[in-house]
């Protein structure tokens, strides 16, 4: 006869099955709602940062699965929780980020709650999938089948938590949660074939990886030795092929004139997990007349989504890579130079990095050019870093300077073109990568948007370098408006100049203003310190920068609204 279960409350339930699938950190700001399942994942030795504001939790979880690997949770009181958390649900959902999102939710039959709204409807809204737990009898299964969609399915999971369904008991199942590990999609014989056809029948093939592409490295890298192809990321896989002599570094809008010609002049593109969108080939631009174009992707869906495709694979980035490599080996025993010339590698080494390119510098008196500041800030700050990148004008300067180690140091959350959600980005990257230097890249605007979770990494203790890009203004809109327009009324998007390094160190952090190269040198104790293992406090670079009249990768992102 066997044992009965204990009982237990339906919000333990959940805490204690979400930490037993493996969830790696929760983020979150606990009110009366979700305060019992938040204090269960903390007490089965989930760690969790308290944020100052949803939004910032949400994001923090973002930037945490997609730089650690591991399921992120940000975790909100019912109603206008979820909603505050609502654009970092959006842009981790537009991401197709892992992610649970563990609401409480207000009672069925409380229907004139000043909490009440339709939670499943805005989670949907946002591209999210809506989950709950429907009952205190399912409420294991429930929340297994939300971990589940995550991870196997690449989705964040909004799951909500009825008040009276929390405060239930049921019995104890969690012993038996478990989410099997999915087998990886291997690419149809025929699809192989004629992708090997099609790169052993180019003379200047380019490999492209994106996000899908991220754990295949080696693969890739093999396979375009063989067939004499270059190789290049989308922004978000940067840094996957640092090391390589025939690394091109960025597709897109952020390419240098060298990675964007060599790019241009391919006869065959594949896309390796990267949907070739309009930022990764410059709205079609980086794709010649005539050339063939190639995805691999492990979703249907994906296939031609963005643009025309010769060919579409659906199967695991590694594993096609690996049969291809098979495959053109049969047909082509040796490797073979095609674009993988000594001169390709030259011209890539000495002028593939924007910081290799030579520049009118437009700094003044008062104003440093933004190139030359992020420059000198790559030389001067460790190389082993993780690099997160806020959203506006100046977002390219950080992209294209700041070098990464590899794909685990550039985190950057832009699926949403939402700004103010860097400095969030920033710690839930420092947590999934502690042995690294966290640096933030962003504008005045966004870092004064998120500015309240400056107090998160004081309190963290996090030694995080911001650097802040000050043209007092909402660049984006002065740059875009004013070109073709010079008597448009800026009013509404520029502002008086703030001093960002003096909030900063009201905060508790320390802050610097750059003007000039010489004014760098007050973060040099700063950051003996770091390299001392001393320091416990972010540092605040407060930039006033100069105009270079607006960047090209702005201008093509507003092609796409």
Known sequence: MSAELESVRVSTLVGRTLAKLGVGHVFGVVGSGNFDVTGTLMAEGIPFTAARHEGGAATMADAYGRMSGKVGVVTTHQGCGLTNAITGVGEAAKSRTPMIVLTADTQAAA??????????????????????????????????????????????????????????????????????????????VAAVQQLVALIAGADRPVFVAGRGGR????????????????????????????????NLGISGGFSSPVTAELISGADLIVGWGCTLNMWTMRHGRLISPGTKVVQIDVENASLGANRPISLGVLGDAALTATDA??????????????????ANATAIKERSRWRDVAIQDVSTESRIDPRVLTRELDSMLPIERIVSVDSGNFMGYPSQYLAVPDEFGFCFTQAFQAIGLGLYTAIGAAVAQPGRLPVLGA?????????????????????????????????????????GHPEQDLSSVVFPDTDIAAIARGFGAEGVTVRTVGDLAAAQPWLEAYAAGTQDRPLVIDAKIASDGG???????????
């Not at 960047?551 to 609204?561: D, K, P, V």
Request: hydrophobic share 45%.
């Open 443 to 483: 504008g005045d605007g966004g870092f004064l948007m998120g500015i309240s979770e400056l107090e998160t990494a004081v309190r963290m203790k996090l030694p995080l370098v911001c650097i802040v890009y000050n043209d007092a203004a909402y660049g984006a809109e002065v740059h875009h408006f004013v070109s």
């Open 325 to 342: 490599l098979a495959a053109l080996r049969s047909v082509q025993a040796e490797p073979v130079e095609k674009y993988r010339t000594e």
């Open 551 to 561: 960047s090209w990768w702005l201008a093509e992102a507003f092609q796409g609204h």
């Open 111 to 188: 229907t004139r709650s000043n909490f009440k709204i339709d939670q499943d409807a805005l989670a949907r809204s946002v591209g999210a999938v809506a989950e709950r737990i429907h009952s205190p009898a399912s409420a294991v299964a429930d929340t297994v089948r939300a971990f589940r969609t995550a991870v196997n399915e690449r989705r964040t999971v909004v799951l909500s938590l009825p008040l009276d369904i929390q405060s239930g008991t049921a019995a104890d199942e969690v012993g038996a949660a478990v989410v099997p590990v999915p087998l990886k999609v291997r690419a149809d």
């Open 215 to 246: 754990g295949a490295r080696e693969e890739i890298l093999v396979l375009a030795r063989h067939a004499g192809a270059l190789v290049a990321t989308s922004a978000v896989a940067s840094g996957l092929f640092n090391g390589d002599p025939h």
